[in-house]
Structures are given as C-alpha cells and as structure tokens.
C-alpha cells in the first residue's frame, strides 16, 4: 500500500499551503487507519511531525509545529490533510505521509505500515 502526497510548493516565510494525502488503492480506507505527516529535510533524519487516529479522536503534533498546523480527516473523499500556517524557513522539506500503528503521543512510530511514496516538497523563503 502506497499513499500519494500532493500539495506542496514555494511560499514565503508567512504563507500557508495545504497538503494532501491519499491512496493509491481506492478499495483502502484512511478512516480506518491512523496516518502520520512525516517531512525530511536535506542532510536530517526524517521526522514525524503530525498524526490522526483511526476515528480521529486522538491528533498529535510536535512542539515545532503546535498552533501553525492543522491535520484531519475527510472520510467521503478518503484523504487527510495538513493545513500549514505560517511557514518558516525551518519547514522547508519533503513531506510524506504515511499509515502508522498508532497515533497516541510523540515520537510518531518510526516503523510505518505503507511503503514511502514521493512526497511532496515544501520550499518556504525568507
């Protein structure tokens, strides 16, 4: 299983962009699976930053991106979100979601259960 990411762009420092998160395989269901948003930055780790549970009752976020991003659930069109405000430089990376065991605190699960797709590149200028 593979999620597909679309979404990013360049945006100045300030901006907002919204991300999308879908699947490659219709007959799969994200209302049933808790998903992550990961991103890696050139020469970093990649780091989950973002999750939703399976009945969206659990959503966590790191420190860094607490009040400036926003992750849910669309159960018709089968796609999770991350609304990105106010960007800083600092968020400039690939962005990747993904289906995780669990979302219940932070660290995100680093073993995730659907293959890495592309990304999606988020470039934020100062």
């Known amino acids: 299983l593979q999620l597909v990411e679309s979404g990013g762009g360049l945006v100045q420092s300030g901006g907002s962009l919204k991300l999308s998160c879908g699947v490659s395989?219709?007959?799969?269901?994200?209302?049933?699976?808790?998903i992550g948003w990961f991103r890696q930055a050139p020469g970093k780790d990649r780091e989950g930053i973002s999750c939703i549970s399976s009945g969206g009752g659990s959503i966590i976020y790191i420190d860094s991106v607490k009040g400036r991003f926003t992750i849910s659930k669309d159960t018709l069109r089968n796609t999770v979100y991350l609304q990105m405000n106010n960007l800083k430089p600092e968020d400039t990376a690939v962005y990747h979601c993904?289906?995780?065991?669990?979302?219940?605190?932070?660290?995100?699960?680093?073993?995730?259960?659907?293959?890495w797709g592309q990304g999606t590149q988020v470039t934020v200028s100062s």
């Open positions: 993904a289906v995780i065991p669990s979302c219940l605190a932070t660290p995100l699960p680093r073993s995730v259960l659907s293959s």
């Open positions: 395989r219709s007959s799969f269901s994200l209302d049933y699976s808790s």
